[in-house]
């Protein structure tokens, strides 16, 4: 299982900006352990069967077929003379995980029409190509969305599902060996070929900027794999997709340009556990371009500055793939490549195995509080719209939560939604939700993030295709009373659940005496100084709480103060509830304690800055020694060190939500509600405030669209009042019929002095 070196390929030039860490080639333990990884990705069905590969090539050749005949079916409408019509010619090509070549069963294939000039997206992509696909027996399930981002034509041919762009060149004739590599394609196209060029172009110049594209393409199955066991593969979510994986282990490639995957896998999560971010990931230099088209750059666009964790595109213009990146997104995922370091190494060591590694992450057992995002309408094609506009709009939750708890409130969201199949045309989307670890908590200060979620939901609905039916709905609900339908089979597990690493792990620590007991309960931890890993701490709900942390979670009722979303210059506002013996036990239905933490060291994070704790530092000593002896620690260290010294990196300030919205597919479909806005959606009214009662809290199904079990309550809107200049809440306005609140304590005092 030899793997290629550099010169094979290159003819010994170095891929990359900087120098290898390591020109090593593989040992016998890495031949043994990738020969197990490819086995383990067998098993994990990850390779299509012969019969779909011939499948997908047949229904391309047709596809291009297609085409062929469309361009010159418009051409010759247009009244172009017949050299001109029998010279016209359009091309499909592929992009993403087809043209990589790490699809799976069942997968997209991501394609691209090239057509000449005269053949336009509005009248003829998106007007008549449409026409001939909807008359095809063979396609099913059409559903153009020429509005979005990157306009896009979705359906399946004879089973197959395609996504299917166009670019619009500059030329007459649409050559058959056409090379969309060049930069001088780009010559007067608009932005909606650019952007759907860039798919193509970034593609295949991933595959030239690699050693060994075999070895890339196992690794890169491998990760993805991982990403999607431990929740974290998800563009729109705020986590990476596709390309964004494919990015980063091809980074690593050209770092172990002789390694096999094993080894590859290894030295991903050693890499980028120590990786300072936002320093950008890129394969190759950025190039200005001759044709003006901005590029990725800090120092001179405002909204690159805000970027986290920057992965940038190899072709030009080169863009940053990640920038749907949050504050807690990042955490999350630097807590899983911590935690598959630490598993890499236990391999080594052969104290723990690839099952290990691709462990599911028990997201409903982590946090004992979530958000449920509900949503419905009354037939298919609504549904479909509305979960695509939905979705696209999830990502801005997390951040208005983050930007108006000043980050003290941490989200996680879940990547997938989830389908009750007692209501047709719903989906649940669920986030996880938890103080921010390692800050004391103050007493008795508190904010609302009911008026974030009111923004949030006022914003969904401003949705330009908004039908009657369509229906949104945020809810609180606690761990114990998730729905059943989330989980396999719609039974919930029994708890506590399988021995898993984190449990392994700190059974581990706790029999060495490196962390204290309370540290450790049922195999999920907080971020612990002690021993520097980040893991997540799961607290049963039978636990007393403290009476310090007994108004993390406030649900109250009757008068409530007005609540706005705090700014840098004002305190949060609060909601005052009836008070309670302190000495008394605080039940969970009134007040409910996020996860507690006593040690502050070394968290990331800090007052909104994205920092490296000591155990990511590169110049850490706690870097294990390389698998390769021509690798040592300090060269691996003063190599990463190199890679990380960028010029564009720039200080990171806290950016406005409009500088964040994503360019989701739906950007330009919504509405302008200025001054148009019902008095209902601002005040709570007899009819739009409502409080669910559990319909079977024994089991959380609920029979009916109309009722919403299990705990939940409806995060209504807070009375939305300018705050006197001082920063103090006004009067509180009284409410037609008591309502249930959701509260969180914060640390707003601390908020206050920080800013």
């Keep these: 299982m030899a793997s290629p070196g550099l010169s094979n390929r290159n003819n010994g030039k170095r891929l990359g900006i900087t120098e290898p860490i390591s020109l090593g080639g593989p040992t016998e333990y890495d031949v043994i352990k990738t020969r197990e990884l490819e086995k383990y990705l067998q098993y994990a069905r990850l390779y299509e069967s012969q019969e779909e590969a011939v499948s997908r090539e047949e229904v391309l050749g047709r596809l291009d077929q297609i085409v062929k005949i469309w361009v010159k079916t418009i051409s010759r409408a247009k009244g172009l003379n017949e050299q001109l019509v029998h010279e016209a010619n359009a091309?499909?090509?592929?992009?993403?995980?087809?043209?990589?070549?790490?699809?799976?069963?069942?997968?997209?294939?991501?394609?691209?029409?090239?057509?000449?000039?005269?053949?336009?997206?509005?009248?003829?992509?998106?007007?008549?190509?449409?026409?001939?696909?909807?008359?095809?027996?063979?396609?099913?399930?059409?559903?153009?969305?020429?509005?979005?981002?990157?306009?896009?034509?979705?359906?399946?041919?004879?089973?197959?599902?395609?996504?299917?762009?166009?670019?619009?060149?500059?030329?007459?004739?649409?050559?058959?060996?056409?090379?969309?590599?060049?930069?001088?394609?780009?010559?007067?196209?608009?932005?909606?070929?650019?952007?759907?060029?860039?798919?193509?172009?970034?593609?295949?110049?991933?595959?030239?900027?690699?050693?060994?594209?075999?070895?890339?393409?196992?690794?890169?199955?491998?990760?993805?794999?991982?990403?999607?066991?431990?929740?974290?593969?998800?563009?729109?979510?705020?986590?990476?997709?596709?390309?964004?994986?494919?990015?980063?282990?091809?980074?690593?490639?050209?770092?172990?340009?002789?390694?096999?995957?094993?080894?590859?896998?290894?030295?991903?999560?050693?890499?980028?556990?120590?990786?300072?971010?936002?320093?950008?990931?890129?394969?190759?230099?950025?190039?200005?371009?001759?044709?003006?088209?901005?590029?990725?750059?800090?120092?001179?666009?405002?909204?690159?500055?805000?970027?986290?964790?920057?992965?940038?595109?190899?072709?030009?213009?080169?863009?940053?793939?990640?920038?749907?990146?949050?504050?807690?997104?990042?955490?999350?995922?630097?807590?899983?490549?911590?935690?598959?370091?630490?598993?890499?190494?236990?391999?080594?060591?052969?104290?723990?195995?690839?099952?290990?590694?691709?462990?599911?992450?028990?997201?409903?057992?982590?946090?004992?509080?979530?958000?449920?995002?509900?949503?419905?309408?009354?037939?298919?094609?609504?549904?479909?719209?509305?979960?695509?506009?939905?979705?696209?709009?999830?990502?801005?939750?997390?951040?208005?939560?983050?930007?108006?708890?000043?980050?003290?409130?941490?989200?996680?969201?879940?990547?997938?939604?989830?389908?009750?199949?007692?209501?047709?045309?719903?989906?649940?989307?669920?986030?996880?939700?938890?103080?921010?670890?390692?800050?004391?908590?103050t007493e008795g200060e508190q904010f609302d993030i009911r008026a974030t979620v009111e923004e949030f939901k006022q914003s969904v609905n401003r949705y330009t295709l908004l039908e009657r039916g369509m229906e949104i709905r945020v809810s609180h609900v606690k761990r114990r009373n998730i729905p059943n339908f989330v989980f396999p089979g719609e039974v919930r597990p029994l708890r506590p659940s399988k021995v898993t690493w984190g449990s392994r792990r700190g059974s581990e620590l706790k029999v060495s005496g490196d962390a204290q007991p309370d540290k450790l309960c049922e195999g999920k931890t907080d971020l612990d100084g002690s021993d520097g890993g980040q893991k997540r701490k799961r607290v049963d709900d039978t636990v007393e709480t403290d009476s310090r942390y007994a108004k993390s979670l406030h649900l109250c009722s009757g008068e409530v103060h007005a609540a706005s979303p705090p700014i840098s210059n004002i305190s949060s506002c609060s909601t005052k509830c009836e008070s309670t013996d302190a000495n008394k036990k605080v039940d969970d239905s009134i007040a409910v304690s996020l996860e507690k933490i006593e040690n502050a060291a070394d968290i990331p994070y800090q007052n909104g800055q994205i920092e490296v704790s000591s155990r990511c530092n590169p110049s850490n000593d706690s870097l294990p020694a390389a698998a390769n002896t021509s690798s040592s620690k300090d060269a691996e260290k003063m190599a990463l060190e190199k890679n990380m010294a960028c010029p564009y990196v720039s200080h990171q300030a806290l950016p406005e939500l409009d500088e964040l919205e994503d360019d989701s597919e739906y950007r330009h479909q919504v509405k302008d509600f200025s001054g148009n806005m019902k008095s209902s959606q601002m005040e709570p009214s007899e009819e739009n405030v409502s409080v669910s009662a559990p319909v079977n809290s024994s089991n959380g199904a609920g029979p009916s669209t109309d009722s919403y079990d299990g705990g939940l309550e409806e995060l209504e809107p807070a009375d939305l009042m300018v705050p006197s200049s001082n920063g103090t809440p006004p009067e509180p306005v009284a409410q037609k019929k008591s309502i249930i609140r959701l509260n969180f304590t914060s640390l707003a005092k601390a908020a206050g002095k920080s800013s």
């Design 91 to 441: 091309k499909i090509f592929t992009f993403g995980s087809y043209r990589l070549g790490v699809h799976g069963p069942g997968a997209d294939i991501d394609t691209l029409c090239v057509g000449p000039r005269h053949a336009t997206r509005e009248e003829d992509f998106f007007g008549e190509l449409q026409r001939m696909l909807s008359e095809m027996p063979e396609v099913t399930e059409l559903h153009p969305v020429p509005d979005a981002y990157v306009p896009v034509m979705k359906f399946k041919f004879s089973g197959v599902s395609i996504d299917l762009l166009y670019a619009k060149l500059s030329l007459w004739v649409i050559p058959e060996d056409l090379d969309i590599s060049q930069d001088s394609i780009l010559q007067n196209a608009d932005e909606q070929t650019v952007r759907s060029l860039n798919g193509c172009r970034v593609t295949d110049q991933i595959l030239r900027l690699v050693p060994s594209i075999q070895n890339f393409r196992t690794t890169l199955r491998c990760m993805k794999l991982w990403a999607k066991r431990r929740g974290v593969y998800s563009n729109v979510a705020g986590f990476l997709g596709g390309i964004n994986w494919a990015l980063l282990v091809a980074r690593i490639c050209q770092l172990y340009p002789n390694a096999l995957p094993n080894m590859l896998v290894s030295r991903f999560f050693r890499v980028y556990t120590q990786w300072r971010w936002p320093n950008p990931v890129m394969l190759c230099a950025i190039e200005e371009g001759s044709l003006g088209l901005q590029v990725w750059d800090p120092r001179r666009n405002p909204k690159d500055k805000y970027h986290l964790m920057p992965i940038i595109t190899p072709a030009y213009p080169s863009m940053n793939s990640s920038y749907n990146v949050s504050s807690s997104t990042l955490r999350i995922m630097l807590e899983e490549f911590q935690r598959g370091n630490e598993i890499c190494e236990a391999m080594e060591a052969n104290k723990a195995d690839w099952d290990t590694l691709f462990e599911s992450y028990d997201f409903f057992e982590a946090y004992k509080n979530y958000l449920q995002i509900d949503i419905s309408a009354e037939n298919a094609d609504d549904f479909r719209k509305w979960k695509g506009w939905v979705e696209s709009r999830l990502r801005q939750l997390t951040l208005k939560i983050e930007r108006h708890t000043y980050d003290m409130l941490q989200c996680h969201p879940h990547p997938g939604d989830f389908s009750d199949k007692s209501r047709p045309f719903h989906s649940s989307y669920f986030m996880g939700l938890q103080r921010k670890q390692g800050v004391p908590v």
